[in-house]
């Protein structure tokens, strides 16, 4: 069982819609979990972290957390053709970061 | 704030030769420093955890004598490829933990090696 799991997409939403990602991890102690963007060709950007279950927001980006579940989610709302690229969901290990493969979103306009 | 810099951007060098991959915390104090490195249409893969003072981890796989991290500093962790070969072409992605920070890791821009 991979430590990290994303649905694997690729997601295709219309603009203005909302995309939700979804994200399983194994590690039960975990503690601290993380949404980054990557953009073809370029390096992951930090967007949202989470540490406590619940909702988090901020602008149109919302994570979710169930540690019960060990479940995570992100919700983009209003989403923008600028939203269009690679999601990684990340989990803190003993601070390494474990990585799942990647929700590719397309959003159309 | 939170701002990672890579250098060089990009770099082509010849097989048997080596490379330096610099990686540098701008506006924090970073005394662990990650290199990560990234195949096309792949998910990153940790390579090393660089603490500052003493000696990096290496990740089960990875060839501590091929690939030389040095962190002599609180803002500056280098990467040498040693002996480059073809296969060792690929996005070397460094990040940095905050030391006065939570658990986030900013990542740099990468660098993009091409061994000819």
């Known amino acids: 069982q991979k430590e990290v799991e994303q649905n694997s997409g690729p997601l295709s939403v219309p603009e203005g819609a909302i995309a939700s990602l979804n994200c399983t991890y194994s590690?039960?102690?975990?503690?601290?979990f993380f949404w980054y963007r990557q953009y073809s060709g370029k390096s992951p950007e930090l967007i949202m972290s989470?540490?406590?279950?619940g909702d988090k927001e901020d602008g149109r980006f919302t994570a979710q957390l169930n540690k019960a579940s060990q479940y995570v989610s992100l919700l983009i709302r209003d989403s923008q053709p600028s939203d269009s690229a690679t999601y990684l969901c990340?989990?803190?290990?003993?601070?390494?970061?474990?990585f799942g493969a990647g929700t590719t979103v397309t959003v159309r306009a | 704030g939170a701002v990672v810099s890579q250098h060089p951007s990009w770099v082509i060098c010849k097989s048997g030769t080596s490379v330096k991959i610099e990686c540098r915390s701008l506006?924090?104090?970073?005394?662990?420093m990650f290199w990560y490195r990234q195949f096309p249409k792949q998910s990153l893969m940790l390579m090393a955890t660089?603490?500052?003072?003493?000696?990096?981890?290496?990740e089960q796989g990875v060839e501590k004598d091929k690939f030389l991290i040095n962190h002599a500093s609180l803002t500056l962790s280098t990467l040498t490829v040693t002996s480059a070969h073809p296969e060792d072409s690929s996005f070397y992605i460094c990040?940095?933990?905050?030391?006065?920070?939570?658990?986030?890791?900013?990542f740099g821009p990468g660098t993009r090696l091409t061994v000819t």
């Open positions: 990040s940095a933990r905050d030391s006065g920070g939570a658990d986030e890791q900013y």
């Open positions: 590690d039960r102690v975990s503690q601290s």
């Open positions: 989470i540490y406590s279950n």
């Open positions: 990340a989990v803190n290990n003993n601070y390494k970061l474990s």
């Open positions: 506006d924090f104090q970073a005394t662990t």
């Open positions: 660089s603490n500052e003072g003493s000696k990096a981890t290496y």
